[in-house]
Every structure is written in structure tokens, then in C-alpha cells.
């Protein structure tokens, strides 16, 4: 029945680092509710991606789930959603 294909999670972010060769930094935020005051409050993650693309510093990029591809690199950029302006 099952037909095994998995669609890859995505998530959009803002890229923060492009300083190592085809890898860049993503800061992906959220806002969730705290548990006790219920005020929304805003939390943050930084994924490594593979970017092939050449996004730079300030970009809305699309990253995808994949293969490992380092110890701390599980992500790759499947498009820019904006660039950054100069």
C-alpha cells in the first residue's frame, strides 16, 4: 500500500553565515507560547545547509531535510526566497 517516498521537511530561514566553502548558517525562528504566562515568545535554531546556489549574508532561503552530509551538516538550500538587499 505504502508507497515509500518521504517528502523532505522544510523549514525557511535567514541565512547568517556564508564564510565556509558551499556550506551557510540558517536561523530559523519560531514563536511559541510560553507554558506558564502564555505571552508568545520567540525561539531560534541555527542549521548548517549545503548551498550550491551561492546564497549570502541576509537571504530567505528554503532549506530541506536530507542525508547526512557531516557531523553537523543535515540540511540543503533548495531555493532563495529573497535575496538580501545591498
Request: net charge positive; aromatic share 0%.
Amino acid at each position: 500500500m505504502s508507497d515509500n517516498t518521504k517528502t523532505a521537511r522544510t523549514l525557511t530561514g535567514r541565512v547568517i553565515s556564508n564564510k565556509m566553502n558551499q556550506t551557510v548558517t540558517v536561523l530559523i525562528e519560531r514563536q511559541v507560547q510560553h507554558p506558564l504566562l502564555g505571552k508568545i515568545i520567540r525561539r531560534s535554531t541555527k542549521l548548517h545547509a549545503h548551498d550550491e546556489t551561492g546564497a549570502n549574508e541576509g537571504d530567505l532561503v528554503r532549506i530541506a531535510e536530507c542525508r547526512p552530509l557531516s557531523k553537523t551538516k543535515h540540511h540543503r538550500v533548495v531555493e532563495i526566497v529573497t535575496r538580501a538587499e545591498v
